[in-house]
């Protein structure tokens, strides 16, 4: 995979088009009363039957991984590129996300000792929690985000503390393994187990590794299978052609929603296994090293981090802060949802059951058969009035064990809240999914492709997907 990605940025190069210098200027972070691409918005405060909605990245990788900042994080004179370590942060910032877990890949971990692993520096303020078993930075505007560390070797364990023992080859044993004894001892020092990657795997293999979860959804493989539709948009662009989709919606140009992971997520919920799934940035800043009209790389860590995002239900402290235990905490259970924020920040969403004494079950819970699971219709925060509304789908899937996945029991796109008996053992999941003709004049010339053609196929994208609720 990663040398597809290599030759996917030499084909780039040859064709011209890769910007003059790789060290473009920061894109301003947007912030106004009307969303669009581009503008983000700082955390929600306001909780959910005590649950605070928590926003950031499962899987990133920085200048600690071999293969990120172009294939050359380390400069001739043996240092880390500060350039890329500083484009990643400020990355963070520009996101405004709550939290990152990074994983980077094993080889370049195993030699990096912590609290460089948690991208920690002093001078810029940063604060380590506890023992050094996180780092919280502190924005220009005072916004925080958690950084913990994690590595992409034989799993994918994220938020570990420390650690486990001293030396590469020691290391490299145990981040390299897939056996219950690796993930016992990456257990013990903090980790939440996940897989990164899961179409590299079949279904037998993901239901009997020592893991807690896999992702739902991953850039980079996304970026294999639509690398030809950004390769034509790149190239049009370095043409002179303006009418592009707008920077910020370049990830539209290969998203798809990717068959082999959600057959894999359904096939191993069907199988009684309970698992928690992420969705994988995987941002190295490799791929497109192109700089679009609004002088930023097309790959940049800003761009990637912006276009969806984990959003995890954690139990706040009394003082109303959220550390890295209370993070993996909910990743642990699987209260967790995910969202293609480019389409627009969802204002409103909710996914439950309710059993039949009323009382609520969460996601990642599991309810007697019998009991109704719930979404609730979300919006886009600040929809601009003035352009076409996004049609919005909501739909109850039921996870199976034959090619599809899942089967979808309910479905609306007019109901405010959807809901259905789960009169059936087994896991079920919500998911939103929507048509975003609000971004139309943003897609430009392409809004044929993007837009119009996908609607004469009856096609639409995913928006949300939510984490599986267990039924018996």
Known sequence: MRLQLVVIVAVAAAAGFVGSSSCAPPAQMHVGPVWKPGVVYPPETQTVRGFRDVRGLVHAHSVYSHDACD???????GTRDPVCFEDFRRGLCQSQH???????????????????????RADEGDVLLGDGRANRITCDDGHTALVMAGNE??????????????????????????????????HDHGAVVLLAHPEDFDVDTLASLPVEGFEMYNLHANTLLG???????????????TTIVAPDLLVMELWSEDPRYIQRWGNVLARGKHVVTTMGTDCHRNTFPSIMEDGERADSYRRMMIAFSNHLRVTPADDGTVDD?????????GRNWGAFEMMGYPVGFDSFAVDAHGDVVEMGDTAPVGSKIVV?????????PSREAPTITLRILRATDDDAGFEVVASS?????????????GAYRAEVRMMPLHLRQDMRADADVLLDQKIANGQDYVWIYAGAIYAQ
């Open 71 to 77: 294939g050359k994080p380390v400069l001739d004179d």
């Open 98 to 120: 709550d939290f990152v877990f990074v994983t980077d890949h094993k080889d370049a971990f195993d030699d990096v000792e912590f609290p460089a692993a948690l991208l920690y």
């Open 153 to 186: 070797g034989g799993m994918m364990p994220v938020g570990i503390e420390s650690h486990l023992v001293d030396g590469h080859d020691a290391r490299d044993a145990v981040y390299g393994a897939q056996t219950a004894d690796a993930a016992q001892q990456l």
């Open 227 to 241: 690398a030809g539709q950004v390769l034509d948009v790149l190239v049009r662009w370095g043409e002179g052609d």
């Open 325 to 333: 235990r209370v993070l993996k905490e909910a990743l642990h259970a």
């Open 376 to 384: 609730v219709r979300p919006a886009v925060k600040d929809l601009d």
């Open 413 to 425: 796109t007019t109901a405010d809240k959807l809901e259905v008996t789960m009169d059936e053992a």
